[in-house]
């Protein structure tokens, strides 16, 4: 189902009326369909032909052309259609960014086009608006053969999100997710970098741009385990190595990349774990049919400490953003454990994602990004890294809509971050403090802001993510400034978008 503004599909109910009953009608004729969905003659109520009315004038819509999604039905509230099509697995971008099928052969790229064309050809020539035509909205099955769908309005940038979500303007202290969907790669790039956008609403636009989807449990977000749990302040995880490393250790990594297919690593979150993380909100029948066919509740991990050291995946988003997932529904399994230093869900989701906002973890971010989706997932930079991901490697002569992406081709810019002044490196002397769009207060990064000392950040007095309240002396910003500045600079010259220059430009004036 999608949704869209109530203009876009004022013709598109009629259309799908119309193409229901022309092919009724040409049933009745035994006549074959026509490649412009009109139909030669018209049924009576007996079910015989009545010869001598007249043809129906031709439906300006969808009618039943082979090219064009087919619209099962449509439901309108006061607000707008949800409009119901046959489900395609896959779609011309997903072909693209997770397949070499179309790559490999002319003939196969050729026949695409072709049947795109002949779409965009009857819907002009019926007086159908498509709308923007984009490679998600090219639909195509096992054998290739094309489906472009109506005007379909995306909920993330429906003309109600983007009159309530205006575009960000710098400088911002961390925006909101949907404040992101305005900004291409390097404008994300430049805006974190310069602390302007938060550690979890860039991540989160990252895995979009990557192709992944929420609530897919073969391609869900991921984000970085920051802690260990394993006391009141928790160790820092090393974020230049994958989770998976730091599970199963190099030599074990190194016995897998001597196999047929040399890898290091299968996946950066599995279906399994993916479930497992899950397990308090997903039914049971859902979780014996992924996870194991036998319900043993004391297999799945009790506290998010025994979660840490049992995974070999990333982590999801809703352990930083959704407490209700540690709230199990079923009687003989466990809530899911939070650490001693959290009262609550809400309280550990909340100092969680101080953790992640932290100077500490955003010192060393760029790191965890680019094993994930940087240079380090190919070439030697991934065989140095032990970072060979299998998907990466793999012959993709198949159609597939799930995989890994690679974003960036070079070592991805480090981020402002104002000097550690403590000696103990599980200490953080400012968090960054999330921006309006979070619920959190806005203020200016002190490398952004100039010598001026940063804001006190209101918390919780008893995280362990957040050091007591003082004041960090000035310190000048004009060397690490100019650094960072040449460093995004050059880095923004690699990327493929017109305006990386440009942003990078903006940033150095």
Not at 259 to 275: A, K, N, Q
Not at 490 to 508: D, E, I, K, N
Request: aromatic share 8%; proline share 7%.
């Amino acid at each position: 189902a999608a949704t869209s503004s109530t203009d876009d599909f004022a013709s598109l109910a009629p259309a799908g009326r119309d193409a229901e009953a022309e092919t009724a009608d040409e049933a009745e004729d035994g006549k074959d369909t026509s490649s412009s969905g009109n139909s030669s003659g018209h049924s009576s109520g007996d079910g015989e032909t009545d010869i001598t009315a007249p043809a129906p004038p031709p439906a300006a819509g969808f009618g039943s052309f082979h090219n064009l999604e087919r619209v099962l039905f449509v439901l309108e509230s006061p607000m707008a259609f949800f409009v119901f099509t046959e489900y395609k697995r896959y779609s011309l971008e997903s072909v693209l960014r997770f397949s070499d099928v179309l790559s490999q052969s002319m003939a196969k790229r050729l026949f695409v086009i072709y049947q795109i064309a002949l779409a965009l050809r009857h819907c002009h020539q019926n007086g159908i608006v498509h709308g923007r035509l984009c490679s998600a909205h090219v639909l195509v099955d096992e054998h290739l053969c094309v489906h472009v769908s109506g005007v379909r309005g995306n909920i993330q940038a429906s003309c109600a999100v983007q009159q309530a979500v205006p575009r960000p303007q710098f400088p911002l202290r961390g925006t909101n997710y949907y404040c992101t969907l305005a900004m291409s790669l390097s404008q994300l790039v430049t805006g974190w970098s310069q602390g302007f956008v938060c550690n979890f609403d860039y991540l989160m636009a990252l895995n979009r741009l990557a192709g992944r989807r929420m609530h897919d449990p073969n391609n869900h977000y991921v984000l970085p385990w920051v802690t260990d749990f394993s006391s009141a302040l928790g160790q820092w995880r090393n974020l230049s190595h994958t989770k998976f490393r730091i599970n199963k250790g190099d030599q074990q990594l190194d016995i897998t990349y001597q196999s047929i297919i040399p890898h290091h690593i299968s996946d950066i979150l599995s279906e399994v774990t993916y479930f497992v993380y899950l397990a308090r909100r997903t039914a049971r029948p859902i979780l014996q049919k992924h996870v194991r066919s036998a319900w043993v509740p004391e297999e799945y991990p009790s506290s998010m400490q025994r979660m840490y050291e049992w995974t070999p995946d990333e982590c999801i988003p809703e352990f930083y953003s959704d407490a209700s997932i540690f709230t199990s529904l079923h009687p003989d399994l466990c809530d899911i454990e939070v650490p001693a230093w959290a009262s609550s869900p809400e309280d550990f989701i909340e100092q969680h994602r101080d953790a992640l906002e932290s100077d500490v973890v955003s010192r060393e971010l760029h790191n965890w990004i680019d094993i994930t989706f940087g240079y380090k997932l190919s070439g030697p930079a991934a065989v140095q890294a032990k970072n060979v991901c299998l998907a990466l490697v793999m012959p993709r002569t198949d159609l597939a809509n799930v995989g890994v992406v690679q974003l960036f081709g070079l070592p991805h810019p480090r981020r402002a971050c104002a000097p550690i002044e403590s000696t103990d490196p599980r200490r953080t002397l400012a968090t960054s403090p999330r921006g309006a769009g979070d619920g959190g207060s806005a203020t200016a990064h002190p490398s952004v802001a100039g010598s001026a000392s940063p804001a006190a950040v209101s918390s919780p007095a008893s995280s362990p993510f957040v050091a007591p309240a003082s004041t960090p002396s000035a310190h000048s910003t004009s060397s690490p400034t100019a650094a960072l500045a040449a460093q995004v600079a050059f880095y923004a010259a690699g990327l493929s978008s017109p305006t990386a220059a440009t942003a990078a430009a903006v940033f150095v004036v």
